[in-house]
């Protein structure tokens, strides 16, 4: 099956962007990691990343006719997007939501997440090991 992996506004930046709290692998090194990690598994990952909110609904809305599941991590969206919710509302699969830091140990606009109430799971504070978590959770969950 083919697994979405989805990235919010800034993610573009990581390695360079605030390494002390977001750490110094690039976005290419995840996609990576993400890909072979679910190719072991005989799955295909589509990896995106935009700063632009309805970008991120066009690929929510093109998973529903061609993904099993959603890894997502919204960075700021996550926090104002009724939107983002509403698209993952409308799409039947696995859902699982991904922060690299520890958003309940930062500020407490941090605290709330739209998307987490869809999700199957949510995974904060891993670095981008939070990644890898979610692809292996959806493989087994896949798998059963
Ligand atoms: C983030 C946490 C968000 O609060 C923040 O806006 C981000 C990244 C994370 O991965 O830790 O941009 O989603």
Redesign the pocket.
């Known amino acids: 099956a083919e697994i979405m992996i989805l990235n919010?506004?800034?993610?573009n930046l990581l390695g360079k962007r605030q390494p002390e709290i977001?750490g110094s692998e690039t976005l290419s090194d995840v996609e990576s990691v993400c890909a072979t990690l679910a190719g072991e598994s005989g799955h295909a990952v589509r990896f995106h990343q935009s700063n632009r909110e309805y970008q991120i609904i066009d690929w929510i809305h093109e998973a529903r006719e061609t993904c099993a599941a959603i890894v997502i991590?919204?960075?700021?969206f996550?926090?104002t997007s009724v939107a983002i919710l509403d698209a993952l509302n409308a799409f039947e699969g696995l859902v699982f939501e991904?922060?690299?830091?520890n958003?309940h140990r930062?500020e407490s606009f941090?605290h709330h997440s739209y998307v987490s109430g869809r999700a199957d799971g949510v995974i904060?504070g891993l670095g981008v090991e939070g990644y890898e978590a979610a692809v292996r959770r959806v493989c087994s969950l896949l798998a059963n």
């Not at 919010?8 to 993610?11: A, E, H, T, V, Y």
């Not at 991590?73 to 700021?76: K, L, R, S, T, V």
């Open positions: 919010g506004p800034n993610l977001y991590n919204p960075a700021a996550t926090h991904v922060h690299i830091s958003v930062r941090r904060a």
